[in-house]
T-cell receptor
Framework: DAKTTQPNSMESNEEEPVHLPCNHSTISGTDYIHWYRQLPSQGPEYVIH???SNVNNRMASLAIAEDRKSSTLILHRATLRDAAVYYCILRDVGYGGSQGNLIFGKGTKLSVKP | DTEVTQTPKHLVMGMTNKKSLKCEQH?????MYWYKQKAKKPPELMFV???????INESVPSRFSPECPNSSLLNLHLHALQPEDSALYLC????????????????FGSGTRLTVV
């Protein structure tokens, strides 16, 4: 599975935007970029995913670089409930084979200050 | 129903006990997964079931035995565990199996916190 690199931790102020970076220089053409977050004492939660174009949903936005070697998860207004570990994961969804499992890296621990 | 339900939420067992963890989803997802998560570490993939068949066993010791009785249920049978097996065990499901395309997200349960004494 391709690897991602994320900062170990980031801090944000409440009600301000947060930009969480992820580098994935060895991304392949069939890798989707997935983001999950894990709040304390809970299972991971799907946030967003994309392939080439920027994506928006009710939780966040995903900005993907033109060469796809990096991406940024954007939380538009951080709240205290957004404090979590955020995982950027490449998932190969090519047909056939046994690839495509969701393999977690270390993630970024986001702290939100009131 | 858009949830993955895991029971029990907490489990304490002795090293000679036999216990089972249960996982259930009613979203019609075709793949189900077991992950293990130690404190302050990311989840690690243990098993993958695709269309009710075991497709991946990530070199997990035989004291962990998965079972998929039907498309909605996934069990993890535990026997002769060691204290180092204490962890959060997470179940997840996805609409399509790995290698089937699609790029859909996984849905995770809230986990079973297992303590082996």
């Amino acid at each position: 599975d391709a690897k991602t690199t994320q900062p170990n931790s980031m801090e944000s102020n409440e009600e301000e935007p947060v930009h969480l970076p992820c580098n994935h220089s060895t991304i392949s053409g069939t890798d989707y970029i997935h983001w999950y977050r894990q709040l304390p004492s809970q299972g991971p939660e799907y946030v967003i995913h994309g392939l080439t174009s920027n994506v928006n949903n009710r939780m966040a936005s995903l900005a993907i670089a033109e060469d796809r070697k990096s991406s940024t998860l954007i939380l538009h207004r951080a709240t205290l409930r957004d404090a979590a570990v955020y995982y950027c994961i490449l998932r190969d969804v090519g047909y056939g084979g046994s690839q495509g499992n969701l393999i977690f890296g270390k993630g970024t621990k986001l702290s939100v200050k009131p | 129903d858009t949830e993955v339900t895991q029971t029990p939420k907490h489990l304490v067992m002795g090293m000679t006990n036999k216990k089972s963890l249960k996982c259930e989803q009613h979203m019609g997802h075709r793949a189900m997964y077991w992950y293990k998560q130690k404190a302050k570490k990311p989840p690690e993939l243990m098993f993958v079931y695709s269309y009710e068949k075991l497709s991946i066993n990530e070199s997990v010791p035989s004291r962990f035995s998965p079972e998929c009785p039907n498309s909605s249920l996934l069990n993890l049978h535990l026997h002769a565990l060691q204290p180092e097996d204490s962890a959060l065990y997470l179940c997840a499901s996805s609409r399509e199996a790995p290698g089937q395309g699609g790029g859909y997200g996984y849905t995770f349960g809230s986990g079973t916190r297992l303590t082996v004494v």
